[in-house]
């Protein structure tokens, strides 16, 4: 006898992680996921640390603790903040309460990989929404809002394209937005962004009862290995995600260490500070090379290298694999021709840019 799944499961290509080593390289660069080079604060590392004799409690299951430091830090309501075994399992745990068979799960076309994979383990339909030069677009997005459509899912700024939506146009989403139909916010690149017309949008969260933004600690913050995020939810959203996720879905580690980096103030503003710089360096030196970075206010950069793909995108990818440096290929995301950057430290940035122009020039690629 085969036991079968529910609708849906089967459909799911699982998601896979940047590589994170090369048989036969000892020192690798892993440019493929976006973490911190800094790596985490020593407040964080600190707090940490001082739990180790305390293997053997369970933790608090409300993150009490967390919740207020975070509210404090974000000037945010505490009883809204829901805390979660990194921002994945919130927006696992978001579709599931919202969303089933026959339901609609829309995004944009190349969002986080997360959102169809969310939506096809509850059952759901994901849709997705063409984007206008690599940038989700408002009006597309509408246009594809159906009955059906239970969640709409924004990732601001966009992972893997590096853009973002200003704060007027997400309100112009959620303006257009049925009552019934919740706008997800996934803000995990939020504290990188420096212009000033973007938002997180938690204003949002607390103007009505259909808007939820949810964050991580994964990225900024260099805690990434212990998988913590949190939501900032609507009164009855976060009631809904409280019933459905596990006691003590956050370790204690977890939520001592997110605390202890949230009061770090310096240690964000040097990687902030870090990002502007290697950002900006590694844009012009690949467009230098005879390659294409997209304008990007993440921790990384979207970069199209010409060519198909076995010779363009592809080779380089295995161009820099063979020399320990790692980054993402985007087929997945339906970007084929090309590669996204983890901004590195200063050494993994200027190799990667000198391995890249060496790609470029011995493939005919440079001007």
Excluded at 3 to 19: D, F, K, W
Excluded at 108 to 113: C, D, K, T, Y
Excluded at 180 to 193: F, G
Excluded at 224 to 242: E, F, I, T
């Amino acid at each position: 006898m085969t036991l079968t799944p529910r609708p849906g499961i089967l459909e799911v290509a699982p998601y896979v992680g940047g590589e994170a080593s090369v048989p036969g390289v000892k020192r690798v660069m892993r440019l493929a996921s976006n973490e911190n080079p800094l790596g985490a604060s020593p407040r964080a590392i600190s707090a940490y640390s001082v739990l180790k004799d305390d293997l053997n409690r369970y933790p608090d299951g409300a993150a009490a603790r967390l919740r207020q430091a975070l509210a404090e830090a974000e000037g945010l309501d505490p009883a809204r903040i829901v805390c979660g075994a990194g921002s994945d399992e919130l927006i696992a745990l978001l579709v599931r309460g919202y969303a089933g068979p026959g339901d609609e799960v829309l995004h944009s076309a190349h969002g986080f990989l997360m959102y169809s994979i969310a939506a096809k383990t509850a059952g759901a339909t994901p849709v997705a929404a063409p984007e206008r030069d690599l940038t989700a677009d408002v009006e597309a997005l509408l246009a594809r809002v159906t009955g059906r459509t239970r969640l709409v899912f924004l990732a601001n700024p966009n992972n893997p394209t590096g853009s973002y939506l200003s704060a007027d146009q997400v309100r112009a989403l959620r303006d257009g937005l049925p009552d019934e139909v919740l706008l997800v916010i996934d803000a995990a690149y939020a504290e990188y962004v420096e212009e000033a017309d973007y938002s997180s949008g938690a204003e949002l969260v607390e103007a009505g009862d259909n808007v939820v933004m949810t964050r991580t600690f994964s990225k900024i913050h260099g805690l990434a290995s212990l998988r913590l995020g949190w939501a900032y939810c609507p009164p009855g959203v976060a009631d809904v995600l409280n019933r459905l996720r596990g006691p003590f879905n956050v370790t204690q580690a977890a939520q001592a260490a997110g605390a202890a980096a949230v009061s770090d103030t310096e240690h964000v503003a040097r990687s902030r500070r870090h990002n502007v710089q290697w950002r900006a360096w590694l844009a012009e030196n690949l467009s230098a090379a005879g390659l294409r970075p997209y304008p990007s206010v993440g921790n990384f950069i979207l970069v199209e290298v010409p060519g198909d793909p076995e010779t363009g995108a592809d080779a380089a990818l295995a161009y820099l694999k063979a020399r320990g440096i790692l980054v993402r290929a985007m087929a997945a995301y339906g970007l084929p021709k090309c590669l996204r950057i983890s901004i590195g430290t200063e050494e993994e940035t200027r190799a990667t840019a000198e391995a890249l122009a060496e790609f470029a020039a011995a493939a005919g690629g440079a001007p």
